[in-house]
């Protein structure tokens, strides 16, 4: 009985939210809108889980790493990235981001190999899902402003540093007919305090970059980066861009953190990512050009991701929008997912997609991504990674497990 009352509130909710006036014969009339709000969203569960492989460079302890596809390989870039000490089991010099590609299938899936060269997460004998790619060197791969203690983000005082961390994978614009890849990211200016963690600029200005690539046989050429504009977005606005972004269409949507909460969603032709002037935001339920204040909560598109770290996709077996990623202020390997019909929602509520194997550290399991690209046409599910965080005297390095979850 109780359930029956609940569904009938929540189904009134729901018409009493998409009702609005409209203009008949010169006369307002109160409808019920045409949107059909009552479509069933797609909803997946896990059906089963496998724990595939590490993705890994032996040779390097990469922390934070999202993917994306150009060409035949998938490219992954990740934060604070360490190289192994020859013939040991340490990892030194810390670059704040790189980058790596690896390989696919004949048939397209991931190049999973069992057993491989020993070092972060691979003992010879595991499989690994195995990165190429050039030595790191500086300036690394998103550089460093010049304002950032250059070229390496560790300043001379000792006590900070830039980090160039990205939060999401490159973003793919356009691929042109001899295959050049045009993509963007935007990265957050942070400057923390080495020895706390501790954010020396609470909502920091933001870079946008922009990568152009030529599919090369040689893994060791990497994707060109330019600096577009250091201060793309300024301080204290938000970073439309970093939480997220889908392409789709003529448009780029592009997800953003409010500050003190909430996910906020501008959008952009394709093709003018670089031109301000042509971004719309979302606020009060339309596009508008004025762009809402960082603490503007009709800015917020509900349960547009948790604001956990995760993955914007489109879905396009399933005719969805989907979000993977972390609960809010979760260090558990803990997968949520929300879907969406369009960008701007409604969103379902997360709801808990797939637990994994946590680390243990003090931040046993974070950067929760999903990676779409990885997918054939008929694959039904999705690969995930994370970066799992062990006690130095556990495990020295970082380890990055991929998992695939068929869906139900
Ligand atoms: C990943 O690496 C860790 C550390 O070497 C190891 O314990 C774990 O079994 C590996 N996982 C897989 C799936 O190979
Ligand atoms: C940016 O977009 C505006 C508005 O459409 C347009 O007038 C302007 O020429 C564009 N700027 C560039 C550099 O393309």
């Given at each position: 009985m109780m359930h029956v009352f609940l569904f009938l509130t929540t189904l009134l909710a729901a018409y009493v939210a998409y009702a609005a006036p409209i203009q008949y014969d010169d006369k307002k009339v109160f409808v019920i809108s045409q949107k059909p709000t009552l479509t069933p969203h797609y909803m997946p569960q896990a059906k089963s889980a496998t724990v595939l492989a590490n993705v890994t460079d032996p040779d390097l302890s990469r922390d934070s790493c999202g993917s994306v596809k150009m060409g035949s390989r998938t490219l992954w870039t990740c934060r604070d990235t360490s190289v192994r000490i020859p013939g040991t089991n340490q990892f030194a010099y810390v670059f704040a981001n790189t980058a790596g590609w690896t390989d696919h299938q004949q048939d397209d899936a991931p190049a999973i190999q069992v057993g491989g060269p020993v070092g972060a997460g691979s003992d010879g004998a595991n499989s690994i899902l195995l990165m190429n790619g050039p030595r790191p060197t500086l300036p690394t791969f998103y550089p460093l402003g010049l304002n950032m203690c250059p070229n390496s983000g560790a300043c001379d005082d000792g006590a900070s540093r830039w980090t160039a961390w990205p939060d999401s994978p490159p973003m793919v614009t356009e691929t042109a007919l001899d295959g050049t890849v045009t993509a963007y990211t935007w990265v957050s200016n942070n400057r923390m305090a080495s020895s706390s963690l501790e954010l020396l600029t609470p909502q920091p200005s933001t870079t946008l970059y922009k990568m152009t690539y030529t599919p090369d046989p040689n893994p060791d050429v990497l994707p060109a980066v330019a600096t577009v504009d250091g201060n793309f977005w300024g301080d204290h606005e938000i970073a439309y861009g970093t939480y997220g972004n889908v392409v789709r269409g003529e448009y780029a949507y592009l997800f953003g953190l409010l500050h003190p909460g909430g996910v906020a969603l501008a959008r952009v032709p394709v093709d003018c990512i670089e031109n301000k002037s042509q971004y719309e935001y979302y606020v009060r339920r339309r596009w508008t050009s004025t762009k809402p204040a960082i603490d503007d909560p009709t800015a917020a598109i509900p349960n547009a991701g948790t604001t956990g770290q995760g993955t914007f996709y489109y879905s396009d077996r399933a005719q969805s929008y989907v979000w993977i990623g972390q609960a809010s202020l979760s260090v558990s390997a803990d997968f949520y997912i929300a879907t969406a019909p369009s960008p701007e929602g409604p969103w379902t509520s997360p709801y808990l997609l797939y637990s994994g194997p946590n680390g243990?550290?003090?931040?046993?399991?974070?950067?929760l991504q999903a990676h779409p690209h990885l997918l054939r046409e008929y694959d039904d599910g999705i690969y995930l990674t994370w970066t799992q965080y062990f006690k130095p005297s556990t495990y020295a390095a970082y380890v990055t497990p991929l998992v695939y979850v068929s869906f139900v």
């Open positions: 243990d550290g003090d931040l046993p399991s974070y950067s």
